[in-house]
């Protein structure tokens, strides 16, 4: 790989409010020479997410802050090309935080091969972190059942479109709220949703969804916050359980707002409760065996929108941020 | 009880904000006979609690909310003067929802005989709704281990007291927040807490709570919200919990305020439950069994103030919301 030149899209500035134009800048480097137990990856494909926007803040979250300087952290999947690690050879496929760049470079035991059959945009939704959120946040954070009401925000979203057709296999009744009538009619008509909710413009939120849930809610899976979650928690059903994933609503203003509802967590002996993704890696293989078998099944369907070229990466996340995007939004490297 | 006075103090108005003077109003009416299986109850002791403001909204609770003209609702304990229920008889000391009244006239069964040796006052305290409230909130809901660290706001409060003294026995790390200086004393001097944080005018309670809890929160009781609930948010240990007892802080001016910092509950992979002590009445009998050895043995201790006269309990209630009472809060209607 010599003289190839890595592209990386730097962390320039923090973002105040909204990911302005001067928060991430692509600048070009060399490609490093591998250490002992490193690997070089090409990236072809990066995930974008929410939680990418709560990496760049000052404050470290459930991973260290990125630094000024530092090269974007983002889950992307890709093939080695050179490798010092006896855990990889050239050709291999794999996953894992590879970041905004053109290539890699990484200790070996920080990337994950992907098992045979699975396609590398497969492997940053379905059977990546985005399959392994829903299914566990679900059913092991929420502990949904079957005859439950479960309500999913941002529902036709990578996350929320997994959770909701989970919970229709389990035998839940499934209410979504999104953003849009295209994601209305998607999630409704597409993937068998009982209900919709576009929240966006609605006048009465909490009274759309008491009508549409009429024994309350028994799970709600949350990836928006603010409104949304207000008018979740005052619907909730004895018992009722809230899985915090994300609050996508709210990244932009970090600790500006709360749930005024909160004390009905108290009148219907209510649970709150957040997990991260990361700790269930151990345990994917049981939920991947599911999330297979449903998709050969037809139980199950996912959608991608693969916007072309690193250099737009930034341009992806803000499209992502205003809510743009159908399915889980990739960005192609390389191909 | 022919022509006895039946003094009542009932709704007149809702309150807006504070408890103002037209919001509770002494009536005197006749005593009432008693129907089939109905029982007359002098009333002695009347319970001054927080959650009484929440039954005087309009908004249902986990009760009915109080209507305008009727008897304030309130526990009580008192002695069966006579008896048309099977269950009583004359003499029976008993204690349930008998309202801010001299008399109260029910159901047999919903009327709690207490147990040999239990005092008035203790049935409305250590051996009551507040004892169980402590005991099952800590241990069931927070599920608090020997070695961790528990915070408890309202520290110094009928509950609080409880919570802290039953975290030490427990084996935990146990910090409270309270509200002022002869407060602090009472709970590190007479309680043995490890600390306490008088949370009025601290201009970092944040800072406080982390330089008091070096590896985190692992269980925050909290009888306060507020200000007081976020800063032990943003100190929550990794897989910390919440158990939300009660917002004395937050119920003059409900929905309001929510706690921002609620995403530290997905950073810290954190739950956040709410509970009403009737769901442990069944229970009774283990808490009272502990909380009985840990008195004999020395290891609790409780402390109540007594107002004399029912119609100083608008007096009592405006006291309590003031943080000004010392240890659980009671009313004499009749020695």
């Known amino acids: 790989m010599k003289n190839a030149i890595n592209r990386q899209i730097v962390l320039a500035a923090r ?21 002992e137990g490193e690997a070089l990856v090409r990236n072809q494909i990066l995930s974008i997410d929410p939680t990418n926007r709560i990496w760049m803040n000052e404050e470290d979250s459930y991973l260290p802050a990125v630094q000024i300087g530092e090269i974007m952290r983002g889950i992307t999947a890709g093939q080695v090309v050179e490798s010092r690690s006896d855990l990889l050879k050239p050709g291999d496929l794999v996953t894992g935080l590879g970041g905004y760049a053109d290539y890699w470079v990484g200790q070996g035991q920080l990337m994950t091969k992907l098992p045979g059959g699975v396609s590398l945009e497969a492997s940053l939704s379905v059977f990546g972190h985005i399959g392994l959120t829903a299914y566990f946040g679900l059913l092991e954070v929420g502990k949904a059942a079957s005859g439950e009401t479960v309500v999913v925000s941002a529902g036709a979203g990578a996350t929320g479109s997994l959770v ?31 209900q919709a909710i576009v929240h966006r413009a609605n006048p009465d939120l909490r009274r759309s969804l008491e009508l549409a849930c009429p024994s309350g809610i028994d799970v709600f899976f949350d990836n928006v916050g603010g409104e949304v979650l207000d008018a979740a928690l005052s619907n909730l059903a004895l018992y ?5 994933c994300g609050a996508i609503s709210q990244y932009n203003n970090p600790g500006e707002w709360g749930p005024k509802n909160y004390g009905e967590l108290v009148v219907k002996r209510g649970r709150m409760e957040g997990f991260i993704v990361m700790d269930y890696h151990a345990r994917a293989a049981e939920a991947f065996a599911a999330l297979s078998l449903w998709l050969k099944e037809g139980r199950l369907q996912y959608r991608a929108e693969v916007i072309e070229g690193l250099e737009n990466a930034p341009l992806a996340l803000q499209k992502l941020f205003r809510g743009e995007n159908r399915g889980k939004l990739l960005v192609r490297i390389s191909s």
């Open 240 to 244: 009722g359980r809230v899985v915090l």
């Open 15 to 35: 973002p105040v409010g909204e990911i302005g134009q001067d928060v991430l800048r692509l600048v070009e480097r060399p490609v490093p020479k591998l250490a």
């Open 164 to 194: 909701g057709q989970i919970a229709k296999i389990k035998g839940c009744r499934v209410v979504a709220t999104v953003g849009t009538e295209e994601k209305r009619r998607w999630v409704v008509e597409q993937l068998g949703f009982d």
